[in-house]
Nanobody, 115 residues
Framework: QVQLVESGGDLVQAGGSLRLSCTAS????????VAWHRQAPGSQREWVAT???????NYAGSVNPRFHIWRDNERNTVYLQMTNLQPQDTAVYFC?????????WGQGTQVTVSS
């Protein structure tokens, strides 16, 4: 069964940094774009960043240039480095990808930023 597993979420103070990981099993991450999204309490899920199969990246305006996404194909993992975190970055962070016509999501990892 295909699984995406996020990790790295934590409670940090404003101005701090975190690195999130998204590791896939039973699919080749390298063949597809992988995206990070987030959902704050009471809000809709929003797109954060994408890395393509070729390594090109794109970011939501609210996180650029504070966040950086990249992929390690050998580890089948995509990372999201988040710096200068602010309380408005508090959310559950999810990764997703498509594989053979299906869309897959992880279970999410909680990021909480205190002021």
């Amino acid at each position: 069964q295909v699984q995406l597993v996020e990790s790295g979420g934590d409670l940090v103070q404003a101005g701090g940094s975190l690195r999130l990981s998204c590791t896939a099993s039973r699919i080749r991450f390298s063949a597809n774009a992988v995206a990070w999204h987030r959902q704050a309490p009471g809000s809709q899920r929003e797109w954060v960043a994408t890395v393509t199969s070729g390594g090109a990246t794109n970011y939501a305006g609210s996180v650029n240039p504070r966040f950086h996404i990249w992929r390690d194909n050998e580890r089948n993992t995509v990372y999201l480095q988040m710096t200068n975190l602010q309380p408005q970055d508090t959310a559950v962070y999810f990764c997703n990808t498509h594989w053979r016509g299906q869309e897959y999501w992880g279970q999410g990892t909680q990021v909480t930023v205190s002021s």
